[in-house]
């Protein structure tokens, strides 16, 4: 993947999902925008690389079956 800077539509909504509710799930923003899991999968580490948004560490989780 490249690192571009350019943000879509997609972007934008999957972002907006994620500001909405800290705890989403991926199959829940699919179920929310319509996207397929990996088309929300694609977004997610997008914005992962540009730095629009950051995971948290996963070891430090109580609630690791939400990672599922």
């Not at 943000?7 to 929310?32: G, P, W, Y």
Request: proline share 0%; with cysteine.
């Amino acid at each position: 993947m490249t690192k571009s800077k350019l943000i879509t539509e997609d972007h934008l909504d999957v972002m907006h999902l994620i500001h909405d509710n800290k705890n989403i799930s991926q199959r829940e923003i699919a179920n929310k925008t319509g996207f397929s899991i990996g088309k929300v999968n694609y977004c997610l580490k997008a914005l992962l690389a540009i730095g629009f948004i950051k995971v948290q560490n996963f070891n430090k989780s109580n609630n690791k079956i939400s990672y599922a």
